[in-house]
């Protein structure tokens, strides 16, 4: 789950300055999440939810420090990333099914 974590931090603080960085944000969310859960153990899609959970709450406070109010762009960005995550973290569980029936044959 840190590795995804990590890689989603570094790369969403290199966005600002790049266009189309929101389009990216969410790419790299579900990414995030896709990492954290196919290097589980335990292959559960939840890994991915709790990396983008975790990923809300070490953001949170950057954005209600910097920010002076909060919009309805900034509300709906932080609840979407841990729905992002979660959407990788279900895509790296049917992949590792796939790959594990595959295997089977």
Same mark, same amino acid.
């Given at each position: 789950? %840190?590795?995804? !974590?990590?890689?989603? =931090?570094?790369?969403?603080?290199? @966005?600002? /300055?790049?266009?189309? *960085?929101? !389009? ?21 899609? &939840? ?6 959970? @975790? ?7 950057? %954005?209600?420090? *910097? ?11 932080? =609840? *979407?990333?841990?729905? @992002? $995550? ?8 049917? %992949? &590792?099914? &796939?790959?594990? /029936? $595959? /295997?089977?044959?």
């Amino acid at each position: 789950m %840190l590795i995804g !974590y990590i890689i989603a =931090v570094i790369l969403v603080f290199i @966005l600002p /300055n790049i266009p189309l *960085s929101d !389009y990216l944000t969410a790419i790299i969310l579900v990414l995030g999440g896709f990492i954290a859960t196919y290097l589980s153990t335990d292959n559960e899609a &939840r890994i991915g939810l709790y990396e983008g959970l @975790l990923y809300t709450l070490s953001t949170l406070p950057i %954005l209600l420090i *910097s920010a002076t109010q909060l919009t309805l762009y900034t509300i709906l960005f932080l =609840v *979407s990333i841990p729905i @992002l $995550a979660y959407i990788g973290g279900f895509a790296a569980k049917q %992949l &590792r099914l &796939r790959l594990d /029936n $595959a /295997n089977k044959i």
